[in-house]
């Protein structure tokens, strides 16, 4: 079977996301403040009328902030009926991934818990990290 994901990057590294789970993907913007919220939520933004909460996936995943370029990108996705933006460094395509080209998570990526990750994948001369977000939102995955 195949799944298409949207691919992203944090640094240098490419990570992946279901599409199914994508609602959108918007460029950086505003975000208001909400105090006393983990170090990761950066706060909330309203999008078309719709209040959605923002994580900082660089900050989540424990790699060394960076200043936002024209490339951030707010990648708005729904798990289990709630919608939250994660900021990215730049969401770069979509790529069809066969379930059997996918191998299990090493146990360690550049920091990253291994519960964040559900797997990676070769393609071409690229690796791409393919991210749990029921686990990186602290919600069980229900797919």
């Known amino acids: 079977m195949e799944t298409k994901f949207i691919v992203f990057q944090l640094g240098n590294e490419e990570y992946g996301i279901a599409v199914e789970q994508v609602k959108s993907i918007e ?3 505003h975000i208001t403040r909400v105090p006393r919220t983990e170090k990761y939520v950066r706060g909330v933004i309203n999008l078309r009328g719709v209040v ?5 996936l660089r900050k989540q995943f424990g790699l060394q902030e960076q200043t936002h ?9 729904i798990i289990n009926d709630i919608e ?4 990215v460094d730049a969401a770069n395509d979509v790529l069809d991934i066969y379930d059997d080209h996918i191998e299990p998570a090493p146990e360690v990526i550049e920091g990253i818990e291994a519960d964040y990750i559900s797997g990676v994948v070769k393609v071409e ?5 393919l991210v749990n977000l029921g686990k990186v939102l602290g919600l ?4």
């Open 84 to 87: 939250v933006g994660l900021i």
């Open 69 to 77: 370029t024209d490339h951030t990108r707010i990648i708005i996705v």
């Open 140 to 143: 069980d995955d229900q797919e």
């Open 27 to 29: 460029k950086m913007q």
């Open 125 to 129: 001369e690229r690796l791409i990290v």
């Open 52 to 56: 959605i909460p923002i994580l900082d």
